[in-house]
C-alpha cells in the first residue's frame, strides 16, 4: 500500500496531457534536440519525437515541459 502512495505523489511514469495545440510532458530525462519543426526527448533508452510547426517551450523545468505549437506527429 506504502508503495501506492508514493507512486502516487511522485510518479515515475512518462505522462503526456495534450490541451489547445499545447503538449505538457512530464518525467522524461533529457531533451536530446530542439528545433522550431522538431522535439526530441529522452525516457530511460527510448526517444520521443515531437514534429509540427512553431514549436516552441513555454515551460521547462527538471522532469517537466510545456510544448507550445501546431503538434502534427509525436513518435514514442
Known sequence: MMN???EYINPKGLEF??????LNIINYDKI?????DKIILL?????????GDNLSLLKLLENEI???????????
Open 4 to 6: 501506492k502512495i508514493i
Open 17 to 22: 496531457h495534450y490541451k489547445n495545440n499545447k
Open 32 to 36: 536530446v534536440y530542439l528545433e522550431n
Open 43 to 51: 525516457k530511460d533508452d527510448k526517444t520521443i519525437t515531437i514534429k
Open 66 to 76: 510545456l510544448i507550445d505549437g501546431i503538434i502534427k506527429q509525436i513518435d514514442l
